[in-house]
């Protein structure tokens, strides 16, 4: 274990240093291709930032206007017959979209059912083995030109469905 935490407090100097020494022994201008790279990031941040800034504001307005909660009423029904618990239908519908957001879904069931319970261990599983499709699509998509998703979506949504299974069943055993 000891090895383990040295090992992390040096990873990050010795990949600087790599980076740096590789770049100097190759003759590279490291601090202009550094400067070329931030500026490069800055315009991948300024291509990025609308998605972002519309994806946070849909999750406020879902969540403050009630809609979410109506919609999880709505759903709760189906996911019983799918044996998905009633607690994890807003986790699965806003996990969809934001993960900071499905992170607080996330707390507020451990803090009521308890991070060892059936449905926090599936709450849990749920959350690592799933991705907030609509974020990654509208992020990486919009930041490189993509306008047509094609098999994507359906794609990432029937991933997102075996993660859905894969926790509620490994929760169970």
């Known amino acids: 274990m000891s090895f383990l935490l ?12 790599y980076i ?14 550094f400067l070329q790279g931030a ?8 291509k990025v930032l609308p998605a ?20 999880c009423g709505v759903l709760t029904a189906p996911a019983a017959l799918l044996c998905i618990p009633p607690p994890l239908v ?6 969809l979209i934001s993960n900071s957001a499905a992170t607080g879904i996330l707390l507020d069931i451990f803090r009521e059912y308890g991070t060892d ?14 991705e907030t499709v609509f ?4 992020l990486y998509f919009g930041s490189a030109g993509i306008t047509k998703t094609r098999y994507t979506l359906p794609g990432a949504l029937a991933a997102t469905a075996a993660g859905i299974a894969a926790s509620i069943f490994l929760a169970s055993l």
Do not use: N, Q
């Open 6 to 17: 040295f090992l992390s407090g040096i990873i990050v100097p010795l990949a600087l240093f």
């Open 20 to 33: 740096i020494g590789f770049g100097l022994l190759s003759g590279r201008p490291v601090f202009d291709d």
């Open 39 to 46: 500026a490069e990031g800055m315009k991948t941040v300024g």
């Open 52 to 71: 972002l800034i519309g994806l946070m504001t849909a999750v406020g307005v879902l969540r403050a206007s009630g809609f979410l909660d109506f919609l």
């Open 90 to 95: 807003p986790l699965i519908l806003v996990r």
């Open 117 to 130: 319970s059936f449905v926090g261990m599936a709450a849990s599983i749920l959350m690592s083995c799933t």
């Open 135 to 138: 974020y990654c699509i509208s």
